[in-house]
């Protein structure tokens, strides 16, 4: 098996793999959570509980707990998406009890000072701040807002000034009840260890919080009747841009043959538009493109840098290129390449016991329909010229979400491009 999942008695699961011919195991608890799951006052609240539980638990400060673990020769960090909290531990095998005790220490008994809260929400600021300097980065939330609008999806994973400004103490304590229950976690493990000995463990830890009750978010329903456009104005040597088309979700098998299509798109430096725009143009330094999925819905992405005056030109060849997937066939040996590149990075990136942890995690923390790793390749193996030219032909035929960053408001001339049947 790829997985064993045990329930404790308060509803939470435990899902792990071990790998004995590590020296490490890897430990991650997992929260149904995230920036969709949040209101617009309080956008930014996920990502700031992620900061704040490391600044001390009612039993150890801030401190104690980074000594806990780096003592032991071991590191921990977390990260928020849309759709999870990740709090994780890489550390060797003898040490597996610290491990689970500090993450179930941090994630139950977080103390949540004033003075912490205050100076974090500064620090929050600053990271907003910083990227918003950061064009290419900054662009893909001014794309994600043009895709998915006042929709959660639409908004920052950081929040707002004004949205963090809204949460205090109490409204932490509140999240903290609402979403770090039993019902709302997963303990995921990889690597080397003993399973008696660690359901023992996540038993002693974790099986005292309280069982709670499934949390829900709001589903986003795709209701575009024309395309979108976010440009900013900004003083940059280069425009970055993004351009996007609704996609599909987790569970939606058509996903495999989109993630083969997007390969051969922009998804590698053996791409169409990496090849047109990059090496036989010379154009932009950085041009590739994206397949991301949600639990209701999906994201078909291309992004670049470039100067503004290529920006035109590069356009028309991505449109081209497109126009070229949707109606001429994909040559057999170019799929192959593409579905064992797929394939070899999936599994060289579980040969990383993180990697394996947080693919088990994410998988059941999402909620999504579980696969192993065989299902996982034979569904990628089995998508054929048809299925790309398909879903080529669903997605982008749809309307066109673009967002910008540059000197230039050069919208008139994109949407002639864009919007050019």
Known sequence: MDWEIANLKNSMQVIHKQKSE???????????????YETPNYAGISHFVEHLVFKGTKSRS?????????????????????????????ILEPHLETGIDILSDMIKNPLFNPEEINKERNVIIEEINMYRDFPARYVFELLNNAMFGDHPLGTSILGTPESLRNINRETLFNFVENYHTGKNLVLSVAGRFNEDKLIKIADKFLSNIKEGTDTSFVRFEEKMKTPSYKIKIKETEQCHFCLGFHAYPRNDDRRFALSVANMILGGNMSSRLFNEIRENRGLAYDIRSYARSYYDTGAAIISAGLIPANLIESLKIIKEQIRIMIEQQVKED?????????????????????EYMLWIGEQLAAKEKMLSINQVQSKIRAVTEKDIQDVCRDIFKKNPCFAMIGPENKLDDVSKILEDK
């Not at 801030?62 to 890489?90: P, Q």
């Open 22 to 36: 590590y020296y490490s195991v890897s430990i991650g608890i997992l929260v149904r959570s995230g920036s969709r």
């Open 334 to 354: 170019e799929i192959e390449r593409a579905k064992e590149y797929l394939v070899s990075q999936f599994l060289m990136g579980l040969e990383d016991p993180m």
């Open 62 to 90: 801030a401190r104690e707990l980074k000594e806990s673990i780096e003592g032991k020769g071991g590191s921990f960090n977390a990260f928020t998406s849309e759709e999870v909290i990740c709090f994780y531990v890489k």
